[in-house]
């Protein structure tokens, strides 16, 4: 029972990360329809930049972080001007490559900075915790409530504020979110900016616990992708209630069926999801 | 006419230079890139058929190679079967498990076929890396025996497997022309089109597709083989994503949905990598943007963008007689109102 | 009667876009569908030649029941029909893009295509041919080898209509097949229409433009929100009461 419990907890973190990531793929999605593969390599400089001013410059964890997500939000815009604005009319095909370019060449561009080499990240939350009769590290409870807090902001920024709403509104209907005047390029912008903060705070948050390398953001990328895809493409509830689903699903599956093979769990989700569903699941038949 | 007899000069002109090559040049090292070169042209020539000729941006190839890489190692290694009867195989492995996964992904379209098809080749990376008992894992599999002697001919020697290779891509070539230059590549350039009016022209677009999908893996499954008796040892890694972007990269620089393009790009791709040799593991820091900047500007890569300038040339010869042909006809039409 | 439908209905969700249409296509006429914006007349095209499954009702061919039918079966069986826009493979000639279109009329597979079999080059030029013949018919044969891509928006039209023609069909439907052009270019459309009729292929099309539809239309069904609300001979639509208040009342807006 005790097992299963730090399983729930190990699953609700590594949910968190997931969720975390997918939002941000799930919005650039809902607003542009673009698959953007590059946003794994968004999340790995996330990580990146917030442990180099820590060691670098010796600035304090958050502050870090801070700079990290508008760093890497800046950077999410700057993609969003030179290749997929460009790229608007493009047919679809050309966005994924595109998309692919940027990814190959952020990720040799890590390599070239700071190396092949994989790193870890110190905090100063390294102590251990009992918390309902188990045992975690601080980072890893502050994971769980760092998650939810980007959260509810996210929600409350997307509800409560004029310009989430033009997120919403463009998400919904882009023409018709042009016609009632919103600018649409800006609201692209304002999502890749959204999109590259979430990611650099999901890598600063679960560096710490993981590892920070070049390669990082391959895997979580691609089970972000399964994630919306289970969550519906562009649906923001949906990539927060998928990646907790998933993060439990391989934390359990890790436990209880095999740690070796519990990466393929996602990508065997998805092959069963594709196979029934083929046009992901909460998919309406469109006119 | 005339493009037909230029089209059989380019081909003569190609196949004369690989034949060729190691007399001009009888320099070890580059026979050995250049055969290498002539396998991933292979591959690219199986991507091209799905991606450029039917419009389905497939991600799970490099998987595939690895499946023809890892069949012909494990029969020849494993089982000691015999080399031609084990490449064979391997491609018809591939084939069905290309049959298999485009049997689900080709029910899915766009975003969700390409990611779909990166999981699968993302599953058959992981699997060759754990399934250690098999594949032997992470320390990958070695001894894979060269290809066995046909009578007189053996293949012991660089050059001999070099022509060996280089017939193979010949072969791929012809088969790709010809399906290319038919009523079949004609249909599969329809579904590319607009899938509903292929549909509504009377075209089954799920059985072509599959179709396209299992040859693409077959050809992707052969060169997966060759590599596997060329390198003669292969690692998981072969089936890594980074494969698959090299292979686009390779297509879109030649241009994708052309018949030149897996060629050109590959070679100069490949020798590009050869100059940049300093560079080794950033050379992504140049191909990344090239790739991107390529598909803003060139969609159609080096051999699109050659094509079009010959058309353009073309339409601009022609259209100077029209318009005086044009004017002649205002004319005329002129003097019969005024008759009428 | 060619074709008929019986209760046919479509749902999207919660949306209702057709709802329980009868219609028949009388052979070797002209007939219209017209309607507002939003009436449902393309998910009605879409439903009679298998883009859609119906959600409800039947679609009969020729006295046979083709309801479950996908559109590739459904084209075979003789019926053919264009798209608003034409997807055309626009760095290809315009030749090249109409042989496809009788592609359905051979069965020359990827064995035949790789080892160049009699019957590959016999169905090669058996698609060839016809893909003449048809651009011959809409009168395109000058255009024969220019881009796709570089033709007119006119051009083009025809060139939608020739790619349905190289199917043979017998019934031809034409998402509206004007839309886009000025009024002369039209006036040759709707000529070719009527070429078409002569040459014994029914035509149902899909219209904007009133005056073109009451001139050259045999018979008129009016859909306003996914319902027949009428059906008849342009005098008798003309005059209907809930034809001109669907147009001129609130169905007008859109």
Redesign the interface.
């Known amino acids: 029972m005790d097992i299963f419990i730090q399983q729930v907890f190990n699953g609700l973190t590594i949910g968190s990360v997931y969720s975390l990531v997918a939002l941000g793929l799930t919005l650039v999605y809902g607003i542009l329809h673009i698959p953007n593969f590059a946003h794994g390599a968004l999340y790995m400089l996330g990580a990146y930049i917030t442990l180099t001013m820590m060691l670098l410059w010796g600035i304090h964890y958050w502050i870090a972080m801070a700079v990290s997500v508008l760093v890497v939000g800046l950077l999410g815009v700057l993609m969003d001007r030179l290749v997929f604005h460009p790229l608007r009319n493009a047919p679809p095909i050309h966005d994924k490559i595109a998309a692919i370019g940027i990814l190959l060449f952020l990720e040799a561009f890590a390599q070239l900075i700071w190396g092949a080499d994989y790193r870890t990240m110190e905090t100063p939350y390294g102590q251990v915790v009992n918390l309902f009769g188990m045992t975690a590290t601080t980072q890893r409870v502050l994971i769980n409530i760092g998650a939810v807090v980007v959260m509810i902001l996210l929600y409350l920024f997307l509800k409560k504020t004029y310009a989430g709403s033009t997120i919403i509104a463009m998400a919904q209907n882009r023409e018709g979110a042009s016609l009632v005047g919103i600018n649409t390029s800006r609201v692209a912008m304002l999502t890749f900016m959204l999109s590259g903060g979430l990611a650099a705070v999901a890598a600063s948050l679960s560096a710490p616990i993981n590892l920070v390398f070049p390669g990082m953001g391959h895997l979580v990328i691609l089970k972000a992708f399964v994630i919306i895809i289970l969550g519906g493409m562009g649906s923001v509830p949906g990539a927060i209630l998928g990646g907790y689903i998933l993060g439990f699903t391989e934390s359990l599956g890790a436990t209880y069926i095999s740690n070796d093979y519990k990466d393929i769990i996602a990508f065997l989700m998805l092959v069963i999801i594709l196979s029934i569903k083929p046009k992901g699941l909460f998919s309406r038949e469109g006119f | 006419m005339v493009s037909l007899l230029k089209n059989r000069g380019w081909i003569i002109g190609f196949i004369a230079a690989g034949v060729l090559f190691p007399f001009v040049l009888p320099n070890a090292y580059f026979l050995h890139i250049l055969t290498l070169a002539f396998i991933w042209m292979i591959a690219v020539y199986g991507l091209n058929l799905l ?1 450029g000729y039917t ?1 389905y ?1 497939s991600l799970a190839h490099a998987g595939f190679f690895a499946v023809g890489a890892y069949g012909l190692g494990l029969l020849t290694v494993k089982t000691g079967m015999n080399y031609w009867l084990a490449l064979i195989l391997a491609c018809l492995i591939t084939s069905a498990v290309g049959l298999v996964v485009g049997l ?2 080709l ?6 076929f ?3 098809t ?3 080749g ?2 058959i990376y ?2 060759i890396d ?1 399934w250690d008992s098999l594949t032997g894992g992470v320390r990958g599999l070695i001894g894979i025996p060269e290809p066995s002697n046909i009578g007189p001919i053996s293949f012991q020697t660089p050059i001999s497997q070099y022509y060996l290779i280089f017939a193979f891509l010949l072969f791929t070539i012809l ?1 790709m022309y ?2 290319v230059h ?6 599969f ?2 579904i ?3 899938e ?2 292929a ?7 799920m059985k072509n597709k599959l ?1 396209v999908f299992v ?1 693409s893996a077959f050809f992707a499954g052969l060169a997966g083989a060759l590599y596997a008796s060329f390198i003669r040892f292969i690692g998981p890694d072969i089936g890594y ?1 980074t494969i698959i ?1 090299d292979l ?1 990269t390779y297509l ?1 620089v030649g241009g994708i949905g052309t018949l030149a393009g897996p060629i050109v790009g590959t070679f100069l791709i490949v020798a590009l990598s050869q100059s940049l040799q300093f560079l080794q ?5 140049i ?7 390529l ?2 500007f060139y ?2 890569g080096i051999a699109g963008a050659y ?2 300038w010959r ?1 353009k040339r073309k ?1 601009a010869q022609r259209t100077r007689p029209q318009k005086e042909q044009e004017y002649f006809e205002t004319e005329e039409s002129e003097k019969q109102v005024k008759e009428g | 009667m060619l074709m008929e439908t019986k209760k046919l209905t479509k749902q999207f969700g919660g949306l209702t876009a057709v709802n329980d249409v009868d219609f028949t296509i009388e052979k070797g006429k002209i007939n219209a569908i017209i309607g507002p914006n939003g009436a449902g007349k393309s998910t009605f095209f879409n439903l009679l030649s298998g883009t859609y499954t119906p959600s409800a009702g039947q679609v009969f061919y020729k006295g046979q029941d083709i309801t479950k039918r996908p559109p590739d079966k459904i084209a075979r069986l003789g019926v053919a029909r264009t798209f608003q826009t034409t997807h055309l493979f626009e760095e290809s000639t315009v030749l090249d893009n109409v042989i496809v279109g009788h592609r359905l009329r051979t069965s020359s597979n990827l064995w035949d295509a790789v080892f160049r079999t009699r019957r590959f080059k016999f169905e090669e030029k058996k698609c060839r041919d016809k893909a003449m013949e048809v651009l011959e018919f809409v009168e395109l044969t000058h255009v024969m080898d220019e881009q796709a891509g570089s033709i007119t928006q006119e051009e083009k039209k025809r060139v939608a209509f020739a790619l349905a023609l190289a199917t043979d069909p017998e019934v031809v439907f034409l998402d509206e097949p004007t839309a886009g052009i000025n009024p002369g270019e039209t006036e040759g459309l709707a000529s070719l229409m009527e070429k078409m009729v002569q040459r014994g292929i029914t035509v149902c099309l899909i219209e904007h433009k009133m005056k073109m539809i009451m001139k050259l239309a045999d018979k008129i069904m009016v859909l306003n929100y996914g319902e027949k609300i009428a059906e008849g001979t342009s005098e008798e639509i003309m005059n209907n009461q809930a034809v001109i208040e669907a147009y001129l009342g609130g169905g007008a807006s859109a």
Do not use: Q, W
Request: glycine letters at 6%; aromatic letters at 8%; hydrophobic letters at 50%.
């Open positions: 991606a419009g941006l689900v992904a029910r899915t379209r766009e975003h969700f390409a990611i779909y990166l999981c699968v993302y599953i992981l699997i754990k088969v010809r399906i038919s009523l079949t590549g004609r249909t350039i329809a590319r089109n607009s509903d009016l549909r509504t022209l009377g075209i089954s677009t179709m040859l994503i972007f686009l879109l593991d950033y050379r992504m820091l191909f990344g943007p090239l790739l991107t900047l598909i803003i969609p159609r094509h079009d058309l339409s």
